[in-house]
Structures are given as structure tokens and as C-alpha cells.
């Protein structure tokens, strides 16, 4: 596992029914992009987050297939359609084979 | 000689790609942040004061509005790891004895300043605890320890005006630090005013130069992605004009932070802030 | 280890398995090979799909870029002047609140980004952008 790996997600505490809500989230992780070389010339292995999901009461808000050119501390921005109150859960994949969650309620009403 | 003006010749180019230097710093929260003011009189050749962020472009300049774009809260939360945790022989975190890291609210703001007769940063602050009062190793001056605890401490005083004292036991290492300002050094043959007080505005390449001010560190840079030093950057701009660094935590760059930081003595401590 | 673009796909079908694995997949494109594999060489027209950049960034290591389509599927972008062109393809689920998203980017330099739309009904849009990269003169 990455060293000091640590997601933050923004999501509203309340929406209305079919509310489009935007939700940002950031992970802290190096973004080793396999491209750049050490002192001594050699290639650093590339180590990324390469998938990125976020799902609301087990249906899929978005999926982000990620590739090295994304910026270390992966940013992203999104909406999402909040039809109840529910959770959401985000996940990201690490090329180590890592999985990073955190989940957030939202209350509609 | 003759290269530092072929550098700054280049560099007196247009700045339509910035339109920020009419924009105010107003954050999520909707708290507005001093970025342009008055120079305090013992600036005597500035007649007013801008914060960094003025002179970075528009996108730069966004990822600062709001806490969850700006990339340096990343570091700002594994601080608060680090506060809480245990560390050294005695057993005890920063939160042992400083239960609420609120409580240094204003301290950022007045820093560096004389305690004993010596001058102390916030860095001296943090390691004087760590070696001192809890028994452990003290933390690299600008390693990712060490920048992400004054970048949570200095939070605590975001929004409040830098307010550094010069006068009484401040006055000799003031003076230090002025000196070493307008001193020319490096096979460039420059002093910090050439580029910071002569050219602030200008472009240098394709750099937008600023005042120089220091209201916002540590600055998490886009560059290299993580947070910076003010002696960092002291040390890069050294290194730049083709000039032996000094060291970082030494005597001279002390000096030269509490020269700097009185010169934006009225703006907003912007900590943590974003550059490029 | 050096590999040649041939043994990169003759490694392809073996290369999925190991994705499945959480390793690594090999992503070595062209940008026109990236293009074909997502619309499969079908024509794209333009106008429905928005890209927005900065015209200038700043430094490469962080551009923020946003992609917007109303009716489409995903949405996949590419920095053409990149070693390897591939960025990020958003795919929009059920619960998508709009067919938008934002990243930050690195780009290698002054160069073409590119975004493609799958649109719902199957047809592909497309929109690109120059960034001009500016590369820092001095100050550390």
C-alpha cells in the first residue's frame, strides 16, 4: 500500500428528491507516472491510481479509468442525481492492488 | 551583469494572460483576504503591497478559493495526524500539552520574533517542542513533517493581518535581513529587490514575478506538488541567480524571513497558499 | 526492458488478466490508436461536447480540465502531445447528475487535448483545445 494514502470527498449533508448534487473528491497519492527516472537513470516503476468509482445505494453515479497523465492528488468533480436518502460510497484502485473507500450519507427531505 | 539584464529584457513582455491583478481573494467561506494594501513605512520603496496570488494566472489563483481544491489540504490533514500522534521518549503528541491547535490563532502572523534574544521561526517553535518537551528527533526543515504542521498551525491564523515586530531585540536581525535584500549575489550579480522590488509586475521568461511576499507560506506548489518552505524558495531563487544558497534554517535566511515578512506587515496570512 | 509495439499487443490478451490482477496495464497508444479503440473508427461529429481549459497553464504538473456532453456515455480525454496520449474516460452511471466531469491533468508540454464523447444513441462527438505550457523562468 502507498504511503499516507488519504481520500477526501465534498458531498452535501441534505438534498431534495431528484436533487443533481455536485460532489468533489481528492486522494492523496503520488501519481508515480513510470515516465521519470531516478538519479541514477533508472526508470521509477509506475504506481497509480488507474480506476476510480462512485456509487449511490449500490447504483453507479461515475467511473473514471485513470491513466499516469492525471495529476498527482487525483482530482475530481462531479454531479450526482440523489432520488432518496442513502449513502454514498467511493473507491479508488491502486496498481498495487490497494482499494481505498469512505462513504458519506445524504439525507433527502 | 551583462546576463541579468539580458534576463530581465526578455522579460518586460506582456501580462494579458493574467487578469487576476484586479481580482480579490474571497473564500468559500466568504472570508475575504487583505491581498493589496498600504506598505507599511518601513518599506520605503513600495507604496503599496500585493500578495503573490495577484500575480498568478486565473486557474492558479482558483485552486486557492475553496479549502477542498486547494491541493496543499492534503497535507494540512495528515498534520493533523501528526498533532495527535505519540511520538518520542516521553510518550506524548502535540495534543498532549496543546489540546486545541486553535489555541496558536495569531501566532503564524507574528512570526518570526525574538524570544530570549534569539530570533526563532515556527519551525524553531515545533522542533524546540519535539527535542525539549517530548524526546524526539527533530523534524527536517522543510521536509513533509515539518511543512505539514506550520502549514496547520499557520492555518489557525489565515485572514489575520501579518503583524511582525522589527523595533526592540527585533531591530539588529531587521536590519540583517534588509541587508541581505538589496545585497547583489551570484554570478548573476542580483539582489532580491532586482527581481521583487524593480520588476514585480514584469514578466521573467514566462514567469509572472511577484513581490516576494511570504504571508502565505508554507505554499504548496504546483511545480513539485508538494508544500514549500519560505527558506526553500529563498533557496531556489538563489540558486537561480547562480548563487551559493544559504542554508536553510541558518542565521542569514532568518534574517531575511523576518525582513520579508515585514515587508507584508497589513496583508492576510494566505497559509496555506497555492503558486506555481 | 525495451518492448516493441508489437510484443505491447501480442502481451495484450495476457495483460488483461494480469489488470485483473491490479496490475499494471500496458497503455502504450498513439493517440490515433487510442481514438479507434474507443470509437472503433467510427465518425465524429462535433458541437454537442465541451471542453474547457486554461489557454495558458501555468506549469504542466497541474491543468485543470473539465469535459461536458449532455447525452453521453462517456467521455473519454487525451493529451495528444503526451508520451503516452491517454488521460482518463469518465463513464456515467444511473445515478450521473449530468454528464460532466472535472480532473487536473499533466501535460508534457504546449500541445492538443482532446476529448470524445460516446454519445447514448451510439454516435461519437468530439472537441479539442491548444494549451500553451509556460515553463517557469526562474524563482526555485
Redesign the interface.
Known amino acids: 500500500m502507498a504511503k499516507?494514502v488519504?481520500p477526501?470527498v465534498?458531498v452535501p449533508k441534505k438534498a431534495a428528491a431528484g436533487e443533481i448534487i455536485t460532489i468533489?473528491t481528492?486522494i492523496?497519492h503520488t501519481m508515480e507516472s513510470g515516465q521519470r527516472k531516478d538519479a541514477d537513470g533508472n526508470i521509477i516503476p509506475r504506481s497509480i491510481i488507474n480506476r476510480f468509482t462512485c456509487d449511490f445505494n449500490g447504483q453507479n453515479v461515475i467511473d473514471v479509468t485513470i491513466e499516469p497523465a492525471v495529476?498527482?492528488?487525483p482530482?475530481f468533480e462531479f454531479e450526482a442525481k440523489v432520488p432518496e436518502s442513502g449513502e454514498f460510497k467511493f473507491t479508488w484502485y491502486d496498481d498495487d492492488g490497494s482499494v481505498y473507500e469512505t462513504s458519506k450519507p445524504i439525507t433527502v427531505g | 551583469m551583462r546576463v541579468s539584464i539580458a534576463?530581465l529584457a526578455m522579460a518586460l513582455g506582456a501580462t494579458g494572460?493574467y487578469s487576476g491583478e484586479d481580482a480579490s481573494l474571497t473564500l468559500e467561506d466568504g472570508q475575504s483576504l487583505t491581498i493589496r494594501t498600504d506598505a507599511p513605512p518601513h518599506t520605503e520603496n513600495l507604496s503599496e503591497i500585493t500578495s503573490g496570488w495577484v500575480y498568478?494566472?486565473?486557474?492558479?489563483q482558483?485552486?486557492q478559493l475553496d479549502d477542498?481544491?486547494n491541493?496543499a489540504?492534503?497535507f494540512v490533514?495528515?498534520g493533523i495526524d501528526l498533532y495527535a500522534a505519540v511520538d518520542g521518549s516521553e510518550g506524548k503528541a502535540c495534543a498532549s500539552c496543546h489540546e486545541n491547535v486553535e489555541d496558536f490563532a495569531g501566532l503564524r502572523a507574528s512570526m518570526p520574533k525574538v524570544v530570549d534574544g534569539e530570533l526563532v521561526t515556527m519551525e524553531n517553535l515545533v522542533n524546540n517542542c519535539r527535542t525539549e518537551r517530548m524526546g524526539a528527533e527533530p523534524w527536517k526543515w522543510s521536509g513533509g513533517q515539518m511543512t505539514a504542521m506550520t502549514a496547520l498551525i499557520g492555518l489557525q491564523s489565515r485572514g489575520m493581518p501579518v503583524n511582525v515586530a522589527i523595533d526592540g531585540d527585533a531591530a539588529p536581525f531587521w536590519e540583517a535581513g534588509k541587508e541581505l535584500y538589496y545585497t547583489r549575489v551570484g554570478q548573476l550579480d542580483m539582489a532580491c529587490s532586482n527581481?521583487h522590488e524593480d520588476n514585480y509586475g514584469n514578466m521573467?521568461?514566462?514567469?509572472h514575478l511577484s513581490q516576494g511576499q511570504i504571508n502565505g507560506f508554507p505554499t504548496y506548489?504546483?511545480?513539485n506538488?508538494k508544500l514549500n518552505s519560505s527558506h526553500?524558495?529563498?533557496?531556489?531563487?538563489m540558486?537561480?541567480i547562480r548563487a551559493t544558497p544559504f542554508a536553510e534554517g541558518g542565521d542569514e535566511f532568518k534574517a531575511l524571513e523576518l525582513y520579508l515578512a515585514s515587508r507584508g506587515n497589513g496583508l492576510s496570512v494566505e497559509t496555506p497558499s497555492v503558486r506555481? | 526492458m525495451t518492448l516493441t509495439r508489437r510484443k505491447v499487443l501480442a502481451l495484450g490478451a495476457g495483460g488483461l488478466a494480469l489488470a485483473g490482477l491490479g496490475l499494471p496495464a500496458w497503455a502504450a497508444e498513439t493517440t490515433e490508436e487510442a481514438i479507434a479503440s474507443f470509437t472503433g473508427g467510427a465518425e465524429m461529429g462535433e458541437g454537442l461536447l465541451t471542453l474547457t481549459t486554461?489557454?495558458?497553464?501555468?506549469?504542466g504538473?497541474?491543468?485543470?480540465v473539465e469535459v461536458s456532453a449532455e447525452g453521453a456515455a462517456s467521455i473519454m480525454l487525451l493529451a495528444t502531445g503526451n508520451p503516452l496520449p491517454n488521460v482518463a474516460t469518465f463513464n456515467f452511471g444511473p445515478l450521473a447528475g449530468a454528464r460532466h466531469g472535472s480532473t487536473r491533468i499533466r501535460l508534457a508540454g504546449t500541445q492538443e487535448v482532446m476529448a470524445i464523447a460516446r454519445m447514448e444513441d451510439g454516435t461519437f462527438q468530439k472537441a479539442s483545445a491548444t494549451v500553451k505550457v509556460?515553463?517557469?523562468?526562474?524563482?526555485?
Open positions: 499516507g488519504k477526501r465534498r468533489k481528492l492523496s495529476s498527482t492528488n482530482f | 534576463i494572460a498568478r494566472s486565473d486557474e492558479t482558483a485552486l477542498f481544491d491541493p489540504f492534503v490533514d495528515q527581481c521573467i521568461r514566462a514567469d506548489r504546483l511545480k506538488a526553500g524558495r529563498f533557496k531556489g531563487c540558486s537561480n506555481n | 486554461p489557454e495558458i497553464a501555468e506549469n504538473n497541474t491543468v485543470p509556460t515553463i517557469g523562468g526562474c524563482g526555485g
